[in-house]
């Protein structure tokens, strides 16, 4: 990995570091799309292809089920949408990891945490039970203090909840916290929890990386220790 062999300076790291899950630990579209694609085919509506739903991942299954079907002029609302919430739910979770990878370096990042003891924790708006099924596959439960879903209590990203939430759990001030994500909803919640951010391109959003407002912009989770470096997070 980039950087994991340069040497850190020690009031560069942070105490700990928030990964988003989808578009910045994982590439889930393919399974997300098969899996709302099998929910729109059983209602008679035609497929949306893999671009379009990467433009509706990044605030949880229900807003990805309210997309997808407002996509083919469908507006749900009261028990038909929480009953095709809970249709989508049951089918993705039959199509969790078919297709879903790695992104480049994340292993790698994480077992980088935890040799400079820096507790790491996945902070998603994915649900909860999901998100840990998808880190266990991956064998990456050892190296993750805690996991936190859209469904765990706080108010969902991009909102700051979630992010506090973690930091207090963990033991931890804010201000030796950096949020890591791909998406609007990562960054903007950073910001208004008043934690450090750093965007990763290349992941779920419609909005320019450049332009979603971070500390800092990475190409991959490879430059992430060289960045923490230039950041400068008080441990």
């Known amino acids: ?41 059983a209602r008679g509506e035609p497929p949306l292809s893999s671009d379009e739903v990467r433009a509706m991942v990044g605030n949880g299954i229900a807003k990805l089920v309210e997309r997808a079907f407002a996509a083919r002029g469908h507006m749900l609302a009261g028990e038909r949408f929480d009953g095709e ?22 292993a790698d990042i ?45 108010v969902r990203k991009p909102a700051p909840d979630m992010l506090l939430h973690t930091a207090t759990a963990l033991g931890f001030p804010v201000s030796g916290c950096v949020m890591v994500g791909d998406s609007p909803a990562d960054i903007d919640a950073a910001k208004a929890a008043a934690m450090a ?3 990763v391109r290349g992941g779920y959003t419609t909005v320019p990386a450049e332009d979603l407002g971070a500390d800092l912009l990475i190409d991959s989770l490879e430059d992430l220790p060289q960045a923490l470096t230039r950041l400068g997070v008080p441990a």
């Open 85 to 106: 919430v809970a249709a989508m739910m049951e089918i993705y979770g039959r199509h969790l990891v078919d297709e879903t990878v790695l992104l480049p370096g994340a």
């Open 197 to 199: 951010s750093i965007a």
């Open 110 to 154: 994480l077992a980088f945490c935890a040799q400079r003891g820096i507790a790491a924790a996945v902070v998603t708006n994915k649900p909860e039970a999901l998100s840990r099924r998808i880190v266990s596959h991956f064998g990456l439960d050892a190296y993750v203090a805690l996991i936190l879903g859209g469904d765990s209590g706080p």
């Open 1 to 41: 990995m980039t950087g994991t062999n340069q040497p850190m300076r020690a009031e560069a790291q942070p105490q700990a570091i928030l990964f988003d899950l989808d578009g910045t630990l994982i590439d889930s579209v393919p399974d997300l799309t098969t899996s709302v694609n099998l929910l729109l085919e």
